[in-house]
């Protein structure tokens, strides 16, 4: 009786407060919400007269008010303000709420970069899914989280196909027998065979020269005989030593060959899968590659100033690339049986529960439950009564894991186990399972008492690079960058390599900071950037020698530095010709400051008239005027505009270029499309909300180091989401705030962020 008497009593209080925080919730939004968000107006299709038990159910919906409450961007200026304190109270409520009710992370399966690490390093072979696995879907930036991780009747299908395709490759029946073919100039084939001095590719002498690049049709590809056309075709899986020889003339830098694959005959299906860095006065390379049986070969000048011209007979003055000789040898077998056909089937003849146990523990690390593994067991003993042999046998229980939820998915507790942890710390670190040492530690129980050792040793492994690649692609949309352009007959000295250069310098800044321990103040601001040898020239920057990127001092003047200085991100918020101030704040406040900035659902309806602006500027201040659209546009507009003294490709600039294409005109048997170019000033001074004007990248810089505690928080936010595989809400702030106070000591440093992420109790739960 004592008992339910505290029960009862504890409801009562529990429901008195309840019934409470409802009712000043419900007179806040009376008194300063409804006129505009009640039955007669919902600006933005956001209605807030229902009854807070209704509106507790939306969690977006709260998330979006407490946000627009804590900016002051709500109510309107106009509109009667709530004194500080009843904002508080409010927030406080909305905050229980959000923490009261935050959703469970859903089950998240292994991306398709994921799969394709933890296959390679189980098995010490590479393969490429690009063509089995569907691409994942990305949600709010990362493709890790668990709610975009539907399973598909088309997603089953391609994943029983490439356990098969796997299998097969792994567990060959017969030894493949490795030869080598040798090419020169003879079996060498471009667009067309001009005669020496003619334009694109031509045969010259010993050497076959290519001069321009891809995607037209300049390219090198070869044919098993000297008098036939017919393309080399790899006969079968495995990994390929390619050694070429091969040299640029007119050349008084490094060079870059492209390998790619696709029948050189039709080169516009053509993927890359490699580029070759060929520093000055090289003779030529050796690489290896993991290819398909069909598979064909061609190369491409990678690093030419011009497009392939291949139907032009003018003479090339430029750098070209020479071809002499190829040696094409495979498929290498280091040893026989091969390393994973050992770790699959260690012993000639195993039981069928024997085999399904070690398969089993050897892809998951875990036993499966009895009724799951009696299935397994079933598919062994089928084919073992069928007179299938041994290694056909455990073919057939890998391809029936490896397509199961035991493979595919995450197991995940609420409160994860160490060796749980051990997988969430490697999915996060090296996009792949554990290796023996990490998986050592959690079963001691070392990763879970102390986890910082296990850290810094991931830290400083090759497989670290695994993250920052897919990390900084994600977050910085690097490889969006070159998604198109830029167009020649524009920016006439920006080459596809200086571009390809912009895309990879995210990635480099990211790196440095992390090997160094260097402060997440970097991303906003540096007197250094991460160059390679054609961006130091693009930046107009002291020499740097190669491909590979090193740290480069800043002269005083200079405005580089940080993300938002970098070529890359100043192109990837541009379009073909023209810059996009409302894309580069938006880009700002999404992958700097985190936050979430989606279009309502009434701006389309009410598109503001443009028709007697003029600029840019006056465009998008007419779209500010509509009341959908100025809350948003007062954040994103000046941070955006400080930034249009650079041009689409980043360059620095003192006016704006319009580029207009005019209708196409016939010359002789051709049709060409000019361009006409107007010049007009810049005007980039406007007003951030808290009245600081922002009016060039200098201005805009200190106005973000000003906000330096917002942004680095914002990252901090990113890191977390990705390490944790879902996204982070306002319910998460305690854990972003305790993250960024442990980390404030050490001047914020990218390295200590990831420990304090990894060290932190949420760490360890679903």
């Given amino acids: 009786m004592m008992r339910l008497a505290w029960t009862m009593l504890l409801i009562g209080f529990l429901l008195a407060g309840t019934v409470g925080a409802e009712s000043k919730l419900e007179q806040f939004f009376v008194q300063h919400c409804v006129k505009c968000h009640g039955s007669e107006k919902q600006n933005g299709e956001v209605r807030l007269d229902k009854p807070v038990g209704t509106l507790f159910a939306d969690q977006e919906l709260l998330e979006t008010i407490a946000t627009v409450l804590e900016a ?3 109510p309107p200026e106009e509109a009667p303000q709530p004194n500080a304190e009843a904002v508080a109270e409010i927030m406080q409520l909305l905050q229980k709420q959000l923490l009261a009710h935050r959703p469970v992370n859903p089950l998240k399966r292994l991306t398709r970069a994921e799969y394709t690490n933890t296959i390679r390093d189980l098995f010490g072979v590479d393969f490429d899914f690009t063509g089995l696995l569907p691409p994942d879907h990305v949600e709010h930036g990362f493709d890790k989280f668990g709610e975009a991780h539907l399973m598909s009747p088309h997603q089953v299908m391609a994943y029983l196909k490439t356990a098969r395709f796997i299998a097969e490759r ?8 490795t030869r080598t073919w040798e090419f020169d100039v003879r079996h060498f084939h471009g667009s067309k065979n001009f005669a020496t001095g003619g334009g694109g590719d031509y045969r010259d002498g010993d050497d076959y020269v290519l001069t321009g690049f891809r995607p037209y049709r300049s390219n090198l590809h070869f044919s098993i005989d000297p008098e036939s056309h017919d393309q080399f075709v790899i006969p079968a899986f495995g990994v390929y030593r390619l050694d070429v020889q091969a040299h640029s003339e007119k ?4 060079e870059v060959i492209g390998i790619n694959l696709g029948d050189g005959r039709h080169p516009t299906s053509f993927r890359s899968i490699r580029r070759i860095p060929m520093p000055h006065g090289s003779q030529g390379f050796t690489t290896e590659l993991t290819l398909q049986a069909g598979d064909q070969l061609a190369f491409t000048f990678d690093s030419a100033r011009v497009p392939g011209r291949s139907l032009e007979k003018k003479p090339h003055k430029g750098p070209a690339m020479r071809f002499s000789h190829l040696k094409v040898t495979g498929p290498l077998t280091e040893q026989w049986p091969t390393a994973a056909m050992q770790a699959i089937l260690p012993q000639p003849n195993m039981k069928p529960g024997e085999l399904v146990d070690h398969i089993t523990l050897l892809l998951t690390q875990r036993p499966l439950a009895v009724q799951d593994r009696r299935a397994f067991v079933e598919i062994a003993r089928t084919q073992k009564k069928s ?7 455990a073919r057939s229980v890998l391809i029936a894991l490896l397509t199961s939820p035991h493979f595919i998915y995450k197991s995940e507790s609420p409160e994860l186990t160490d060796v749980q942890r051990s997988y969430r710390l490697s999915y996060f670190l090296w996009n792949s399972a554990p290796d ?3 998986l050592s530690a959690a079963r001691s129980g070392a990763l879970g008492k102390d986890p910082s050792a296990q850290v810094e040793r991931m830290l400083n492994d090759v497989k670290v690079g695994r993250f920052i690649d897919d990390f900084t692609r994600q977050w910085l949309q690097r490889d969006k960058v070159d998604d ?6 524009v920016f006439k000295n920006v080459r596809r390599m200086t571009v390809d250069s912009m895309g990879r310098e995210g990635r480099e800044l990211f790196r440095h900071m992390l090997e160094k321990g260097l402060s997440m103040e970097h991303f906003i601001d540096s007197d250094y950037v991460m160059a390679n040898d054609r961006l130091a020239r693009f930046y107009g920057l002291q020499a740097v020698e190669g491909d590979d990127f090193v740290p480069v001092k800043l002269p005083e003047e200079s405005e580089r530095g940080g993300l938002v200085a970098q070529a890359g991100f100043l192109k990837l918020t541009s379009t073909d010709f023209a810059t996009s101030p409302i894309h580069r704040g938006s880009w700002i406040l999404k992958n700097l400051y985190n936050e979430r900035i989606e279009p309502p659902a009434d701006v389309l309806i009410n598109e503001p008239d443009i028709r007697g602006t003029t600029t840019v500027r006056e465009a998008i201040l007419k779209h500010q005027q509509l009341e959908s659209c100025s809350r948003c546009h007062s954040k994103i507009d000046p941070l955006g505009f400080a930034l249009e003294y650079y041009d689409p490709v980043g360059r620095k600039r003192d ?10 005109v016939q010359e002789g048997t051709t049709f060409t499309k000019k361009l006409k170019f107007t010049n007009v000033p810049i005007d ?10 922002v009016r060039d990248m200098i201005t805009l810089k200190a106005a973000l180091m000003a906000d330096k505690q917002h942004i680095v928080k914002g990252i901090i936010g990113k890191l977390i989401s990705y390490a944790h595989g879902r996204e982070v809400t306002r319910a998460d702030r305690p854990h972003v705030d305790a993250v960024f106070e442990s980390i404030a000591e050490e001047d914020f440093s990218l390295r200590a962020a990831i420990h304090a992420i990894v060290s932190h109790p949420a760490f360890g739960r679903k």
């Fill in 251 to 254: 050349s008084d830098e490094g």
């Fill in 484 to 489: 198109f352009g830029p167009d020649v007959r």
């Fill in 684 to 693: 980039a001074a406007m007003k951030l909300p808290g009245g600081r004007e």
């Fill in 72 to 74: 002051g961007e709500m």
């Fill in 170 to 177: 792994v567990l060959p029946d017969v030894k493949p027998k």
């Fill in 387 to 393: 007179g299938a042999s041994m290694t056909a046998t």
């Fill in 655 to 664: 006016e704006y270029r319009y580029v207009e294409e005019l209708p196409a």
């Fill in 436 to 438: 023996a040492e990490l």
